[in-house]
């Protein structure tokens, strides 16, 4: 059964502490996307990656970090350097062609306290 | 549940009309388009999508139409149903080959039985 899947579901940080969400997907996708959605708002870019070892800043980047050790993963990091980093965060991949579409986890809800 | 859906527009309509959630696009350049749907909680997921070489593409109760000259993308839904009540939004991308995406703010549909 393919897919994408973020752990954990709901998670809680105290402010001024770093926080790692994880992300792994089994459907052999090259290109892998973080996003932050907050209430009322489009989905924003945090980074993406279109291929191993290799990551690009999206919109929204400052306060947070990724790695790309594995085709399958692409955690990233909030860390005490975001401002305000209680959000609704997916994880997203897709093939490395032009115009597919991005298939989504199931969202890990980050709440910092 | 998520509170994504908050100060977003609303489309409430009655089980078995057929409804209709309409998105302006910002990128002229823009190419290639998809219509997600997300329920309270959960990652977003896709429902159909459409290139600009088209003007109109049908799914499986589900229908898209491209207005290119005022930059409007709908989504059509036959015969709504009180599992289609989800927050709907489009996503644009340009031929560029970085994989990024537009994505819009939302509407919530509500489907009253």
């Not at chain 2, 709908?74 to 994505?103: H, M, N, R, W």
Request: glycine share 8%.
């Amino acid at each position: 059964d393919g897919g994408i899947t973020q752990s954990p579901k709901y998670l809680f940080r105290k402010e001024g502490q770093n926080v790692t969400l994880s992300c792994e997907q089994n459907l052999n996708h090259d290109a892998m996307y973080w996003y932050r959605q907050d209430p009322g708002q489009g989905l924003r870019l945090i980074y993406y990656s279109q291929i191993v070892n290799d990551f690009q800043k999206g919109d929204i980047a400052e306060g947070y970090s990724v790695s790309r050790e594995k085709k399958e993963s692409f955690p990233l990091t909030v860390t005490s350097a975001q401002k305000n980093p209680t959000a609704f965060y997916l994880c997203a991949s897709s093939r490395r062609t032009d115009h597919n579409e991005q298939f989504f986890g199931p969202g890990t809800r980050l709440t910092v306290l | 549940g998520e509170s994504v859906g908050l100060h977003l527009p609303t489309l409430s309509v009655q089980e078995g009309d057929n409804s209709i959630i309409n998105c302006a696009y910002s990128n002229s350049a823009s190419d290639y388009f998809i219509w997600y749907k997300q329920e309270s909680g959960k990652g977003p997921q896709f429902i159909i999508d459409i290139r600009s070489n088209m003007d109109k593409r049908q799914g499986q109760r589900v229908t898209v139409l491209l207005n290119k000259t005022v930059k409007h993308l709908s989504l059509q839904i036959a015969a709504t149903q009180p599992g289609d009540s989800a927050v709907y939004f489009c996503a644009e991308t340009a031929i560029s080959g970085t994989y990024k995406y537009i994505f819009g703010t939302g509407t919530r549909l509500k489907v009253l039985a």
